[in-house]
């Protein structure tokens, strides 16, 4: 099946910082998903990004499904943006492969 | 517009027990997935029902059961619950593509 890789496993930034996550899957994917895990567990959506760019204000993504690929921009962090990013493939009938995530830590 | 719901949030089991968790999808989402999530770990696929049916199947043992409700609906039953059981359970909905998650279900096994 498909692997996905995300690095870094860990960041830590000082408020006001960008920062980019990285996330590699192993073969080509029809899907590909960012999620933000809140402390509280929930997974909140932030991309739905097979291919291309796209951007949700201090937050965009870009996905470079040829060279397996995608990546995760965060501008101007906030501390609000502290929790684990986590990138998910979709393998074959809608089954998703996530990675191990990357720990964020955004400091005041 | 209500998201993907799960019940209960907590729940605390013994060994040799079993669980219900329920899960009820986002209006107009017919494809439920279920997911484990370990601490420290990404969520690892369950089982996915489509139609009432399950229609794809993670590597996890015969013990994790579910069932998929005329109304989309759905619940993920596990018997005989271990120890390495506890983990928070995550439930997805979907219509195509993109996939939703509640906010889990937290189970302890003691």
């Known amino acids: 099946g498909i692997q996905v890789e995300q690095s870094p496993p860990d960041l830590i930034l000082q408020e006001g910082a960008n920062s980019t996550l990285r996330c590699n899957f192993s073969?080509?994917?029809?899907?590909l998903q960012w999620f933000h895990q809140n402390p509280w567990g929930q997974l909140i959506n932030l991309f739905y990004?097979?291919?291309g760019t796209k951007q949700n204000g201090r937050l965009s993504a870009t996905t470079v499904a040829t060279e397996r690929y995608s990546l995760l921009y965060i501008s101007s962090s906030q501390t609000t943006d502290s929790g684990v990013y986590f990138c998910?493939?979709?393998?074959?009938?809608?089954?998703?492969?996530f990675g191990a995530g990357t720990i964020l830590r955004v400091k005041s | 517009d209500a998201g993907v719901t799960q019940s209960p949030t907590h729940l605390i089991k013994t060994r040799g027990q079993q669980v219900t968790l329920r899960c009820s999808p986002k209006s107009g989402h017919d494809t439920v997935s279920w997911y484990q999530q370990a601490l420290g770990q990404g969520p690892q696929f369950i089982f996915q029902y489509y139609e009432e049916e399950e229609r794809q199947r993670g590597n996890f043992p015969d013990r994790f059961s579910g069932h998929q409700f005329p109304n989309y609906s759905s619940e993920l039953n596990v018997n005989a619950l271990l120890l390495g059981d506890s983990a928070l359970y995550l439930c997805a909905s979907s219509s195509t593509g993109e996939l939703f998650f509640g906010e889990g279900s937290r189970l302890t096994v003691l």
């Open positions: 998910a493939s979709m393998e074959y009938g809608n089954k998703l492969v």
């Open positions: 073969d080509s994917v029809n899907n």
């Open positions: 990004i097979p291919s």
